[in-house]
């Protein structure tokens, strides 16, 4: 069973369909741990709804972000996990986290990379920005986090189109729906061996 430990920020609307997917056995994997930087975090309240185990650990906790980014590595540690996933986390991975996980961390991020991406997209800034933009088509990509906000080898995407009438509210609920999927899928085919971009 694959072991998966998720970083996250905020509401944790794409954590749940994770935690679903392990419940209903749709997925063979186990969410071992959930760490947030914000202790509000409706991430946080999920995890423990089902009995992950969770961490609070931000840079005022931990006397700044090296002290936070070593904190979180250490504590991935701890999981054994096999892979560590960004469900909407704010922060740029430090280099303890990166240096340990090396290939085995994976960012979520709504839309289709290159586009719309790199420091101050994210959530729904992204959405705005596709409907600003006047684009017929957005999505949700998977990759592998590099050093810098949504670089590193993209693993898997996922096209929605943008429908005339649109608003943001509609753009941003079409991608959400799509970017669970996109991530239990490939999950799937990660546990099965069988995603060919790694």
């Known amino acids: ?38 202790s509000k975090a409706g991430a946080l309240r999920r995890a423990a709804a089902a009995n992950i ?10 006397g700044g972000e090296d002290g936070a980014n070593q904190a979180i590595a250490n504590a991935l540690a701890e999981t054994e996990a096999d892979w560590v996933l960004l469900l909407g ?14 290939g085995r961390i994976i960012n979520t991020h709504p839309a289709l990379l290159p586009d719309f991406g790199g420091q101050g997209f994210f959530g729904r800034k992204v959405h705005e920005a596709v409907y600003a933009a ?15 906000y949504d670089t590193g080898p993209i693993i898997a995407q996922i096209r929605v189109p943008v429908l005339s009438g649109d608003d943001v509210d509609a753009i941003e609920k079409r991608v959400k729906t799509a970017e669970r999927k996109l991530l239990v899928d490939t999950l799937r085919q990660l546990e099965a061996g069988g995603c060919a971009s790694l």
């Open 53 to 62: 185990d969770t961490r609070h650990i931000s840079a005022i906790t931990h």
């Open 134 to 148: 006047g684009v017929s088509e957005t999505g949700a990509t998977l990759h592998i986090v590099g050093q810098e």
């Open 89 to 102: 986390y704010m922060k740029k991975m430090g280099e303890a986290i990166l240096c340990q996980f090396s």
């Open 1 to 38: 069973m694959m072991r998966l430990a998720v970083l996250a920020s905020h509401e944790g609307s794409t954590l749940q369909a994770l935690i679903d997917a392990c419940g209903t056995r749709t997925l063979n994997a186990e969410v071992v741990l959930v760490v947030s930087n914000n």
